[in-house]
């Protein structure tokens, strides 16, 4: 009897219709070994990865040049220790992305909100101005933020750098929020207000916890570009006011230095952790 009872549900798992998921997955499993998709896959992530690869590899060469001469934690000790100029570029550039990032985030995110909440004459056109500084060549922005500084007198150093920084910074915010705000469901304010939360309070304690993953997504972009920007920053900066980007092109000149080549190795490690840390905060904010 128990024999005959294992061989209908066998029999019943057999005809059982196979889900999408599983004929995706099973579609996966029988496909070729050397697929015209899968080999254009390794040779972006061997193009992407490579150099990086290199980077590490001869942070480590005992010389300067592009021979291996054996390894060496040479550059590693002169980075740390004998670097001064280098490491003040450094904190110059963390304070401005910093900076910058978070007066682009609390301005971008309400500046969203209020558009898309908010229903007025010039909505349409304080939208399309507030990308310009996203889509207008970074030479043009540089040019015409160090006019405009030296028209209105303001000495070029690491303020005029953070102003610059936070103005282009403020239309990925923008963007990211605005996207978030398009898939948020409205039917939540209303449910606040009709349990009698002002708007202060509405917009504090149910529209910015909603917002938060393009909030958090956009202070990060912020970040990411700011430390990165080189054509803007070399248009705004002043004496005594040098950033990462600028110090290493100022010391490529005169060739690659391996310092250089370490520092990298540290900033790939730390934005690897800083990742790793962030993931399950994003993950967690996401699903709110």
């Not at 990865?49 to 390894?71: C, E, H």
């Not at 990032?101 to 007025?120: D, E, K, P, S």
């Not at 009709?194 to 509405?202: I, P, S």
Request: positive net charge; contains cysteine; glycine residues 6%.
């Amino acid at each position: 009897m128990r024999s005959a009872m294992r061989t209908a549900v066998t029999s019943l798992r057999r005809t059982r219709p196979m889900s999408e998921a599983a004929r995706h997955a099973r579609r996966a499993v029988l496909l070729k070994p050397f697929s015209f998709s899968r080999t254009v896959f390794v040779i972006t992530m061997i193009f992407l990865f490579l150099p990086l690869v290199v980077l590490v590899l001869y942070s480590f060469n005992a010389s300067k040049g592009m021979g291996w001469t054996g390894f060496s934690l040479i550059w590693y000790e002169r980075l740390f220790f004998h670097s001064t100029d280098l490491w003040r570029a450094f904190w110059n550039s963390a304070l401005i992305a910093l900076g910058s990032a978070a007066t682009a985030t609390v301005l971008g995110a309400f500046g969203a909100i209020g558009v898309n909440w908010y229903r007025f004459r010039l909505r349409n056109y304080i939208q399309i101005i507030s990308f310009l500084p996203m889509i207008l060549p970074e030479i043009i922005v540089g040019v015409s933020l160090a006019l405009f500084f030296a028209g209105a007198g303001i000495r070029l150093g690491l303020l005029t750098i953070f102003i610059a920084h936070t103005t282009f910074n403020l239309p990925f915010v923008f963007l990211m929020v605005m996207a978030r705000l398009d898939e948020f469901d409205f039917s939540i304010i209303e449910a606040s207000q009709d349990l009698g939360a002002t708007e202060r309070e509405t917009l504090l304690k149910v529209t910015v916890p909603l917002c938060m993953p393009g909030i958090v997504s956009g202070f990060l972009t912020a970040v990411t570009i700011s430390l990165e920007d080189f054509v803007i920053t070399y248009f705004v900066s002043g004496p005594g006011s040098t950033t990462l980007p600028l110090y290493i092109y100022s010391a490529i000149r005169f060739g690659v230095s391996p310092v250089i080549n370490a520092l990298s190795v540290v900033m790939i490690l730390g934005t690897v952790a800083l990742t790793y840390l962030l993931r399950n905060f994003l993950k967690y904010i996401a699903a709110k």
